[in-house]
């Protein structure tokens, strides 16, 4: 074979395998059976491989092909990535609609499109002469993260157009299959690593990993919902979805042409009856002007387009059987009451525990084991038990009766005045030994991967570690003794730990569990007092002068140097090297000496955001000379608030303390060339 003979060979697979991909990944339905998928897809590898001048970044056998990146460099958008307004009632729809009217001519007649709002990341895809060249991420909306290589392992995006010499933009949003979420969580649980809170979470993860082996191995797809393609005006929004479906894009068929607001509200209600069934998380419906004159003429809010709204799906609710309360203790003692239910499926995952809260909500419901509960997942994880079902109770049931001894140590439960919860106060617990080690070893403390629950038992139980201070005497025969765990995993654990020994104060200081001693608590007293001895020595008048100590917190530390069993613990922690003073500032990476928008000013996070968790923005504002602080009050400078601000939110306003929403923040972030 020459060189023109292997070119033209080349040709004919790339456009064969690109055929029956697309067929496949974007219209799901196969044209050729896997083996001959496989068979031809080698023929092209080999070709690539005797001619390597013939291989083209659009090959098919280029898609994992990228090497690992390190970093993802910053990209702006050349039209801003704007969100939408949420809205989670009819009347906010019927209001959405009268602005629509308003901001056009009276005589206008306005027809909608809808489409299913996927719980995805967005992304944009730049091509140039029908060749995908860059992926970008939303990042703060003006500018994004390039994440090519991980996106081109996408299978549905196509690497090559099928229509020649296009240029265009292509946004849409980058999601996981429930199935392939539940696989990810699973393999994450088993090996000890943190497991996503949702597909969201995980899309946005996994598109910034550094191998592009391990995107493609996690499978990500998506549908596109935008075209800006050069020199080509499109006159409705269903023009771009078409024009999409004809170039190759995937384009979620569930999409409906409405000409009035009763279409648009019957095909909400379609999705919300059927969004169980789909193979991947939806949390509501998109709607959009059609006309893409209207839309330019009803324009843009600084955040988001006044031609198109989300009209979120409510939290869905589901029933089942409670057969069991079971409780477990927390690391303070706290009793947790755990619902143990039937398993159903809700919001895409099968359930069997729910959390009930303390004992006061279950006496408040009335909630009885044998009881048809219902059953609620918010944006967490652990779904919550919301309420019965009373006119189904069974007969017999009996009123639930919190116990009072600690259900592993039988110790007397104590409450105290100002609290719901039930605390088992026994210093020597099993049960809350157990969850401190947990909380020592998870990733915000001293983040010593695989030491998860399933060793934390063991080693208890087994009596090979009475407080956290003996997790540093463990060696690898130790470790491989346990059930479940290989030479491997044990010399795995032994390094983890020697690592963790490097953690800074403020990590241990978090780690070692004082009471109401949360992160940023932690990080102002390793701040304030540089050492645990200078910590330990405090008087109560020294304590209350940190930022955020109040008389409890205060108290709490006070207790906790006190209590017998904590100088023991402490000395173990001290032989093992772990760092029991906070180094030099020169060399913490927190002291910027540059003024910043945040510098000086005192910050409160509430709320959650798609891109930090708070602990994260938190120390994201600490390093750009601000202060965190957990409540708002005259003193605050400056509300950042996510999803779901509350209370904080509220009184902010009230005392007309400057509020940043998400994007606002990020956008200051990206003004300091941080994406
Ligand atoms: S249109 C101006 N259509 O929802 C933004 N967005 O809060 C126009 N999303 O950032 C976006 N499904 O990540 C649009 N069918 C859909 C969508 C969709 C999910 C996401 C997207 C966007 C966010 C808006």
Wanted: with cysteine; charged share 25%; aromatic share 6%.
């Amino acid at each position: 074979m020459n060189h023109d003979q292997a070119q033209q060979r080349i040709d004919a697979l790339t456009t064969q395998l690109e055929e029956h991909s697309h067929n496949y990944h974007v219209l799901a339905s196969p044209t050729i059976a896997d083996g001959e998928f496989d068979r031809l897809l080698e023929e092209l590898v080999r070709l690539e491989g005797e001619w390597p001048d013939l291989v083209r970044p659009e090959s098919p056998t280029q898609r994992v092909g990228g090497a690992p990146t390190s970093d993802f460099p910053t990209v702006a958008h050349a039209t801003p990535m704007l969100s939408l307004d949420n809205s989670y009632s009819r009347e906010d729809v019927v209001a959405f609609d009268a602005r629509v009217h308003n901001g056009l001519d009276e005589t206008a007649t306005v027809e909608y499109v809808a489409e299913l709002k996927i719980d995805g990341v967005a992304l944009s895809l730049i091509y140039e002469d029908s060749r995908l060249v860059r992926a970008v991420t939303r990042g703060d909306g003006a500018q994004g993260d390039e994440v090519t290589n991980n996106a081109r392992t996408i299978r549905s995006v196509p690497l090559r157009l099928r229509e020649p010499g296009i240029t265009c933009e292509v946004r849409g949003e980058v999601y996981m299959a429930r199935e392939d979420f539940a696989a990810l969580n699973r393999s994450q649980q088993e090996a000890g690593r943190p497991m996503f809170a949702n597909p969201r979470n995980s899309t946005a993860g996994t598109l910034k990993l550094q191998n592009p082996q391990a995107v493609a191995r996690r499978r990500l797809r998506c549908f596109t919902y935008w075209i800006d393609r050069a020199g080509f005006a499109y006159a409705t929004h269903a023009a771009r979805l078409e024009s999409l479906r004809h170039l190759g894009f995937p384009v979620n068929p569930e999409w409906a042409h409405c000409p009035s607001l009763a279409e648009v509200f019957a095909f909400y209600g379609r999705c919300e009856a059927a969004r169980d069934d789909l193979p991947y998380e939806v949390d509501g419906v998109v709607i959009k002007v059609d006309s893409l004159a209207q839309q330019e003429q009803l324009g843009f809010t600084a955040k988001s387009p006044r031609s198109a709204m989300a009209y979120k799906f409510r939290a869905e609710q589901v029933r089942s059987r409670l057969l069991e309360i079971r409780l477990q203790v927390g690391r303070t003692g706290t009793i947790s009451p755990v619902a143990i239910l039937e398993p159903v499926r809700v919001a895409g995952s099968t359930v069997q525990r729910a959390t009930l809260h303390n004992a006061d909500e279950i006496a408040r419901k009335d909630i009885r084991v044998g009881d048809l509960v219902l059953l609620e997942k918010g944006g967490d994880v652990i779904p919550k038990v919301v309420g019965i079902v009373a006119a189904e109770r069974p007969a017999g049931t009996e009123a639930f009766r919190f116990p009072d001894s600690c259900p592993v140590c039988d110790a007397a439960l104590v409450s105290y005045a100002d609290e719901v919860a039930r605390r088992c106060v026994n210093p020597a617990c099993q049960g809350q030994l157990k969850r401190r080690i947990e909380h020592f070893c998870g990733r915000n403390a001293m983040d010593i991967e695989g030491l998860g629950t399933a060793v934390v038992e063991q080693i208890v139980d087994r009596g090979l570690v009475h407080d956290i201070g003996d997790l540093y005497s463990l060696n690898a025969a130790d470790f491989a003794e346990l059930e479940r765990l290989g030479e491997k995993s044990a010399g795995n654990l032994v390094d983890a730990l020697t690592a963790s020994r490097q953690r800074p104060f403020e990590r241990v200081l978090f780690g070692i569990g004082i009471l109401h001693v949360g992160a940023t608590v932690a990080r102002n007293l390793a701040r304030s007092f540089l050492s645990i001895d200078r910590l330990a020595a405090a008087t109560a008048e020294d304590l209350a002068e940190v930022d955020e100590i109040g008389p409890v917190i205060a108290q709490s530390v006070r207790d906790f140097f006190a209590a017998p069993a904590t100088a023991p613990v402490l000395g173990k922690l001290r032989a093992a090297g772990l760092q029991l003073s906070r180094q030099a500032p020169e060399d913490a990476a927190d002291d910027s000496t540059q003024a910043t928008f945040f510098t000086g000013k005192t910050v409160v996070l509430t709320g959650s955001m798609s891109r930090y968790s708070r602990e994260e923005a938190g120390a994201i504002v600490e390093r750009l000379g601000g202060r965190t602080s957990s409540s708002v009050s005259r003193k605050t400078d400056l509300l950042i608030a996510g999803d779901k601000a509350g209370s904080k939110l509220t009184k902010a306003e009230a005392l007309g303390v400057r509020v940043l929403g998400e994007e606002e923040f990020l956008l200051e972030l990206g003004k300091l060339g941080i994406s």
